[in-house]
């Protein structure tokens, strides 16, 4: 079992900048995928940012440019650093990690953390 705890959401005006961030409670993100999902009211979730095992990102089209993510492997985290914000990006940001192989192997969600863009 893996628990991944996010915090960092918050509120903030069209414009800023937050930074999420998700730490694992085992040491999974040095050799496993992770991304960082968003759910709106009303949507399906969908997927923000990934980070593969080797370091390559993907991100979706609309967060291009103003997202980032990165891992910090000593302190088994991942970051999404997030600017520019606009309304658009309101939603329920989630955590997540796919393991592979291994006693942990499995699924893994953070409990998601609210980030809302509005003036």
């Known amino acids: 079992q893996v628990q991944l705890v996010e915090s960092g959401g918050g509120l903030v005006q069209p414009g800023g900048s937050l930074r999420l961030s998700c730490t694992a409670s085992r040491n999974i993100f040095s050799s496993n995928a992770m991304g960082w999902y968003r759910q709106a009211p009303g949507k399906q979730r969908e997927l923000v940012a990934a980070?593969?095992?080797?370091?390559?990102?993907n991100y979706a089209d609309s967060v291009k440019g103003r997202f980032t993510i990165s891992r910090d492997v000593a302190k088994n985290t991942v970051y999404l650093q997030m600017s520019s914000l606009k309304p658009e990006d309101t939603a329920v940001y989630y955590c997540?990690?796919?393991?592979?192989?291994?006693?942990?192997?499995?699924?893994?969600w953070g409990q998601g953390t609210q980030v809302t863009v509005s003036s």
């Open positions: 997540n990690a796919n393991v592979r192989t291994g006693y942990y192997r499995g699924d893994y």
């Open positions: 980070m593969g095992s080797g370091g390559s990102t």
